[in-house]
């Protein structure tokens, strides 16, 4: 009895040893990917690990470590320096959330790995994303021919209306290609001192995405075709910035726009009528139960170009482990990533969950200009300088809107340091 | 043979004080050299002749930046930004300090001092950042809490933070806030430990509120003087926190300081050698500075008390 | 009477001064009290004006937001930690290399004591970047080592504690020695607890140093779960989806309960426990 137990253990054990010993050698080892993403999006850090339960529940061999890294008031440029932080230190994650704004540094440093192999080794891996995902949107991560991220979130420029505010002026929103006339109407009726308060007409984009999107709507542009010179001071760039500057100093449309004051707390609140933004506003609206408001495209002064930027997960080629690293990266560009973490902080890159998140979340009234855009629009120009230049511009830009200065002269300047940058010198 | 002992005993006993002596300061000499004499001998006589970039090894290119540091338009600004915070902020912190410090020192019931003292030392505890964000809303242009005052009276709106010249002066006014503690604390400190017989006698004596203060109280003061004079001189050289929370250097240029330009070119461009020569400019003023007060103390700081 | 009717004339500028002292203490505490009931307000009356300086509401709301909005709580958590550490090692390096400085005598004992000294002339942002490249070096890149370990050297401490161990008379050490006494015994159990306010003061200035450090996180701080209250702050300044000023301002309001412990602690120590003595050269 006792032997004949003794002999069956060692049967059983031996069994499962060759079983679990195969299966091994077939299995990879359990490997964890570090993954490092922009906080500032709306979502908290255990409901993006709630998230990756999901994955790890198909993929039981890779564990994701979130990593959220704070980006101070200015957005991308404090990411992407934490990120080159992280790594000049030694500590760089294998995939990191990366913006338009920041892919070309990337590659151009040699740090994103192209993931066209194992994209074409795994078609399980991508499904349908490029079916359901605007080609369009894709662009600005096909560089050279290879895809360094599949993107999974956009914004594009749009003006957001606080309604009430048009309705107490006795104004609608307006009509699709309203001009530069009807943009100053707009700001003259919508500038007046309600009970003691003041209230604005509009807020001035005072960062370089937002203000290119209205560059793009007069012929200009921040650089020219290839990226290779600056043409900010070109009559036409030039004629907005002058517009920005007369809306402040002149008409005081708008007020000085304060980097610590947030702009779109002033919409809400009552302060200013108007703002050009994506759909990262919708959170704070959410927030705030505000829903007096609307969006229609930029003011069409020359032209209506709607400007994009679009972002995805990149695999740093300083990763041990690519595969996994890959997989991870391509899974948060699946509808289940995409719809529970981009839910109102951007516009979803797959129309299947565009079409679902948006009219979900109920806010901006006419919120079908979102995807719809996806068809005309235009990335925003994003070398691989972008953080320097960006840099540059804002300081220019916070130059001509707080003085008297003359608009010409502070943009050849801008030109003439920005040209140095792309130079390389 | 009695003395000979004793002798050898002495010896043993500097030998020992030697060794427990540098035992003592290990800890603090260990973390100056690593953390201080290190990166300011490597600061002055290498980095700043090198291109680095931190993710590839440092590269010799000898006095190319500086050259650039000197032909930069930018280098120019920030120097003389710079200079303007200490010209405006050290006279600024050492003369509002003293008159608080004597406001405070009087003969007053101590609760009224207690209030006071906190009141006043108060900003230096508290986080910077944290108070950053409410005087940016004060200083506001459209929406401030100031500027709304000053309309009330009569007083158009000051663009705060909207010119150059006024960011200035707005970054100064919250330098002051936020740290005229400090040098008031060591004001009060300094004339709590004038002895009460000093100013007896001179009352006795028939001496007025004038000669009391020029004649006892400020040459007393001196030492103290000199101590927060350095402190500040060194702290206003390297400003940092204020203007890089409140401006952010601007609007355009015009708050941008030595420390901003350092940060933004080590830390954002990745072109550690061309900080690195910043750095050492900054260094070489403050040297210099140092240097002369130190070789004028003697004319005006009184140490007889002592 | 002489000396009372000169009293008498004293009255109307004493007044003055008073009523100069009453309106710089409110010049003081102003920003405090609009943070306070501003933090109190709903948020969409945050930015209204005229503004209050007096609570109009108490939308305790604001606070609970700002734990489930915001991972808050570990912001203070590891400030108070990064705080205490630097403060009790800070305090105890600057103790012990300030007796042996005032009490020893040993070989280039000087020499030491002016290139530790000078340290306090040194900006700190001549030497960052070597610095930066030292917590590299040692892998302590994202970790509290690096906003723990450069800050442990403080020469104005250690001149501090000299100044104030100078002037306990030599006759102790000297007894104690003679008993059998070993140095470190004679340091920790007898010039220590003589010291203890030049010690409480270095201790409240490591504190505030450390609790105030701004830059060092900056650069050498990247993950969210590390970061300390004062870059925390920067970030929830800039944080879209907290909705508005009221709540960010309720985390300002927070941050200020520990240094006022520390105040009410330090605050009579900070006033008896340094002698001034000029920095001769």
Redesign the interface.
């Given at each position: 009895m006792r032997l004949k137990s003794v002999v069956l253990t060692l049967f059983v054990a031996t069994v499962l040893f060759a079983v679990t010993g195969c299966s091994g050698a077939m299995q990879k080892k359990p490997v964890t990917i570090k993954m490092a993403y922009m906080?500032?999006?709306?979502v908290?850090?255990e409901q993006t690990e709630k998230i990756f339960e999901e994955f790890t529940k198909s993929n039981p061999t890779i564990k994701v470590d979130v990593?959220?890294?704070?980006?101070?008031?200015?957005?991308w440029?404090d990411y992407f320096?934490?990120?080159?932080?992280?790594?000049?230190?030694?500590?760089a994650p294998d995939i990191c959330d990366v913006a338009i704004e920041g892919i070309r540094m990337f590659v151009s440093?040699g740090l994103a790995q192209p993931l066209d192999g194992f994209i074409k080794a795994h078609p399980d891996a991508i499904g349908d994303a490029f079916t359901d995902i605007n080609p369009h949107l894709e662009v600005p991560f096909k560089i050279d021919g290879n895809t360094y991220g599949v993107v999974n979130n956009w914004n594009n420029v749009v003006m957001h209306f606080n309604t009430k505010l048009l309705k107490d002026a006795g104004l609608a929103v307006p009509k699709e290609n309203w001009g530069k006339e009807d943009l100053l109407k707009y700001c003259a009726k919508l500038t007046k001192t309600v009970n003691?308060?003041?209230q604005?007409a509009i807020s001035i984009p005072n960062y370089y995405f937002g203000a290119e999107a209205w560059l793009y709507n007069n012929h200009a542009s921040v650089l020219n075709a290839d990226m290779t010179k600056c043409t900010l001071n070109e009559p036409n760039s030039v004629e907005i910035f002058q517009l920005w500057q007369d809306m402040v100093q002149k008409y005081k449309y708008a007020?000085?726009p304060?980097?610590?004051?947030?702009a779109?707390?002033?919409l809400?609140?009552g302060?200013t009528a108007m703002g050009s933004w994506g759909r990262?506003?919708v959170?704070?609206y959410k927030?705030?139960n505000f829903t007096d408001v609307a969006v229609q495209y930029l003011t069409n002064f020359k032209t209506n170009v709607v400007e994009f930027g679009s972002g995805g997960t990149v695999v740093l080629k300083s990763s041990k482990h690519l595969d996994e690293a890959s997989r991870v990266a391509i899974w948060m560009s699946s509808s289940y990533f995409i719809k529970n973490y981009y839910g109102y902080?951007a516009i979803p890159t797959r129309k299947s969950v565009a079409d679902e998140v948006i009219p979900a979340a109920g806010v901006p009234q006419n919120y079908d200009l979102y995807y719809k855009t996806a068809e005309i629009a235009v990335p925003v120009q994003a070398p691989p300088q972008y953080?320097?230049i960006a840099?540059i511009f804002?300081?220019?830009l916070?130059?001509i809107?707080?003085?008297p200065v003359s608009v010409k002269d502070e943009l050849d300047k801008a030109t003439a340091e920005i040209d140095a940058v792309l130079a390389g010198k | 043979m009695g003395s000979f002992v004793a002798g050898n005993l002495r010896k043993h006993r500097h030998f020992r004080d030697n060794l427990t002596g540098y035992l003592f300061i290990l800890p603090a000499l260990l973390t100056f050299l690593v953390f201080i004499g290190g990166p300011i001998v490597a600061s002055v006589f290498f980095l700043d002749f090198c291109k680095y970039n931190i993710l590839t090894p440092p590269v010799y290119v000898g006095l190319r930046n500086f050259l650039k540091l000197f032909s930069d338009p930018m280098s120019s600004t920030v120097f003389l930004n710079t200079f303007k915070f200490v010209a405006i902020l050290v006279p600024l912190h050492v003369v509002i300090g003293l008159l608080l410090a004597l406001g405070v020192c009087r003969k007053i019931a101590s609760p009224l001092k207690y209030y006071y003292r906190t009141a006043i030392y108060f900003p230096v505890v508290v986080t910077v950042s944290a108070v950053t964000i409410i005087w940016t809303y004060f200083f506001n242009f459209d929406f401030g809490v100031i500027n709304y005052f000053l309309n009330l009276v009569g007083i158009q709106s000051v663009p705060w933070l909207k010119s150059g010249d006024w960011a200035l002066v707005a970054v100064a006014i919250f330098s002051v806030w936020k740290g005229v503690g400090s040098s008031f604390i060591f004001f009060v400190i300094g004339l709590q430990n004038i002895p009460d017989s000093y100013m007896e006698a001179a009352k006795i004596d028939g001496a007025n509120w004038f000669h009391l203060f020029f004649k006892i109280k400020l040459p007393l003061l001196t030492p103290t003087m000199f101590l927060v004079l350095t402190t500040i001189l060194i702290n206003c050289f390297q400003i940092f926190d204020e203007p890089f929370l409140i401006t952010n250097g601007g609007p355009g240029t015009s708050t941008r300081t030595i420390a901003l330009q350092i940060y933004e070119q080590a830390f954002r461009s990745y072109d550690m050698g061309y900080a690195s020569s910043f750095a050492a400019v900054l260094f070489a003023i403050v040297l210099a500075i140092t240097v002369i007060q130190f070789s004028f103390q003697k004319k005006w700081v009184n140490y007889d008390y002592e | 009477m002489a000396a009372d009717k000169k009293d008498g004339l004293r009255m109307a500028p004493r007044i003055i001064v008073e009523v100069v002292m009453i309106l710089v203490s409110v010049f003081f505490l102003i920003p405090f009290l609009w943070a306070i009931s501003t933090s109190l307000r709903l948020p969409k009356d945050s930015l209204n004006l005229p503004p209050q300086f007096l609570p109009t509401s108490f939308q305790i709301a604001n606070y609970g937001s700002l734990f489930t909005l915001f991972p808050f709580f570990p912001f203070i958590l590891n400030s108070i930690v990064v705080a205490v550490a630097v403060t009790v090692f800070q305090a105890l390096f600057s103790t012990m290399a300030g007796y042996a400085f005032a009490r020893i005598d040993f070989k280039g004992k000087n020499l030491l004591f002016i290139a530790i000294l000078s340290g306090i002339m040194i900006p700190g942002q001549s030497i960052i970047i070597p610095q930066f490249l030292v917590v590299k070096t040692f892998g302590l890149m994202d970790t509290h080592w690096a906003i723990i370990l450069p800050y442990l050297i403080f020469p104005l401490g250690i001149f501090l504690v000299r100044q104030f161990m100078m002037t306990i008379p030599k006759s102790y050490d000297e007894a104690a020695l003679i008993d059998g006494a070993d140095r470190f015994r004679v340091f920790w159990s007898i010039i220590l607890p003589m010291s203890v306010p030049s010690v409480a003061v270095v201790s409240v200035m490591g504190f505030i140093g450390s609790w105030n450090n701004f830059f060092g996180p900056l650069i050498y701080l990247n993950t969210w779960e590390k970061m300390t209250l004062p870059m925390g702050l920067k970030v929830l300044s800039g944080f879209n989806g907290t909705g508005s000023l009221s709540v960010i301002l309720a985390g300002v309001v927070i941050s200020f309960i520990p240094p006022i412990l520390i105040y009410a602690f330090g605050q009579k120590y900070l006033l008896q426990g340094t002698t001034l003595t000029g920095l001769k050269s």
């Open positions: 906080q500032g999006q709306s908290t850090k990593t959220f890294i704070p980006a101070g008031g200015s957005g440029n320096t934490k990120i080159q932080t992280m790594i000049a230190g030694g500590n440093m003691g308060k003041k604005f007020p000085y304060d980097p610590n004051v947030d779109i707390n002033q809400i609140t302060q990262w506003p959170q704070e927030n705030n902080s953080a320097v840099t804002d300081r220019y916070s130059e809107l707080s003085k | - | -």
